[in-house]
């Protein structure tokens, strides 16, 4: 079981960027990026079911990101409009097997950087 995380890079305050996360090896319940700054909690950034309807959203960064799940091509992706300085971190995917269980299997992050 892999998964495979990219899109990261350097953009300006303001501007847009599109992680994606392909999964191989089994498909999830659930798949979700978390990002953790220095000196801080690990931090759900938004996660998402097998349904559109099922996203969720960490409060900092509602209404300016959106997660979304292409199940036949098993990824995952997370587009980060309106990027602050303080989304500056490193990006993780993460997946679940089951619905009521635990973020499982987790991979490797990517950096994303915001500059003013």
């Known amino acids: 079981v892999q998964l495979q995380a990219s899109g990261g890079g350097l953009v300006q305050a303001g501007g847009s960027l599109r992680l994606s996360c392909a999964a191989s090896g089994r498909t999830f319940s659930s798949m979700g990026w978390f990002r953790q700054a220095p000196g801080k909690e690990r931090e759900l950034v938004a996660s998402?079911?097998?349904?559109?309807?099922?996203?969720y959203y960490g409060d900092s960064v509602k209404g300016r990101f959106t997660i979304s799940r292409d199940n036949a091509k098993n990824t995952v992706y997370l587009q980060m409009n309106s990027l602050k300085p303080e989304d500056t971190t490193v990006y993780y995917c993460?997946?679940?097997?089951?619905?009521?269980?635990?973020?499982?299997?987790w991979g490797q992050g990517t950096l994303v950087t915001v500059s003013s």
């Open positions: 993460a997946a679940k097997g089951h619905v009521f269980g635990t973020y499982d299997y």
């Open positions: 998402i079911g097998r349904s559109e309807g099922s996203a």
